[in-house]
């Protein structure tokens, strides 16, 4: 079935360096991919979603290009701050059901 | 203020005994689900409900059963938990239409001992 990964599990950084994470999907169709954030303590919440190749999804600073050649959809945020510290999960829909990644951990230290 | 409700926050019960997890929104969202959230493995789905009375088995159903009798309110039970269930429960709501996107509860902390 349809599925995305996600190959880091925790990424550690610093304030101000460059992010990457790394998500690439597997599908028979043309799926819309999506990226959540889930802060300690709180739910999951929808960060942004691209539904077409070349399109670039943004919001607070992060953005993710989808590129169909390479079946990703990568997250990076130029300059990461420390209350970026959460969890982040790449996503995609078959029939109308959310499938998530299992997960990357960003660690920002000041 | 458009949001999931879930209650309890952090529940223990003993092995063998029945959970119920609630869970409401706001919003009159058609589809609701139930996930699971344990380390490594990410959010697995449970359960879905397209409506009222109208429920699906997710990826892990056994041991599960939901009931949502009101659109705005879905319920999550474990009849005679056992020690792995002991898990971050997640439940969330969306429109239904393709590509929208989920609501998430604070979710519920059980542990079963």
């Known amino acids: 079935g349809d599925s995305v990964t996600q190959t880091e599990g925790q990424v550690a950084l610093s304030e101000e360096d460059f992010l990457t994470i790394h998500c690439n999907y597997s599908?028979?169709?043309?799926?819309?991919l999506f990226w959540y954030v889930q802060y300690p303590g709180e739910g999951p919440q929808f960060l942004f979603r691209?539904?077409?190749?070349?399109e670039k999804g943004s919001s607070r600073g992060f953005e993710a290009t989808y590129n169909k050649e390479a079946t990703s959809f990568h997250l990076q945020k130029a300059s990461v701050q420390e209350s970026d510290s959460a969890v982040y999960y790449c996503?995609?829909?078959?029939?109308?059901?959310?499938?998530f990644g299992s997960g990357t951990k960003l660690t920002v230290e000041p | 203020d458009m949001k999931v409700t879930q209650m309890p926050r952090y529940l223990i019960k003993r092995m063998g005994e029945n959970v119920l997890l609630e869970c409401g929104q706001d919003?009159?969202?058609?589809?609701m689900y139930w996930y699971r959230q344990d380390p490594g493995l990410g959010l697995q789905l449970i359960y879905i409900?397209?409506?009222?009375?109208?429920?699906s088995e997710g990826d892990i159903p056994k041991g599960y059963r939901v009931s949502r009798k009101k659109r705005e309110h879905f319920s999550l039970i474990l009849d005679s938990a056992k020690t792995n269930q002991t898990s971050v429960y997640f439940c969330?709501?969306?429109?239904?239409?393709?590509?929208?996107?989920?609501?998430f509860g604070s979710g519920t902390r059980l542990l079963v001992i």
């Open positions: 919003m009159s969202h058609e589809t």
């Open positions: 599908a028979s169709g043309y799926p819309a």
């Open positions: 691209a539904s077409r190749d070349k």
């Open positions: 996503a995609l829909p078959n029939y109308n059901v959310l499938y």
């Open positions: 409900s397209y409506d009222v009375d109208s429920n």
């Open positions: 969330a709501s969306s429109p239904g239409t393709a590509n929208s996107d989920y609501t």
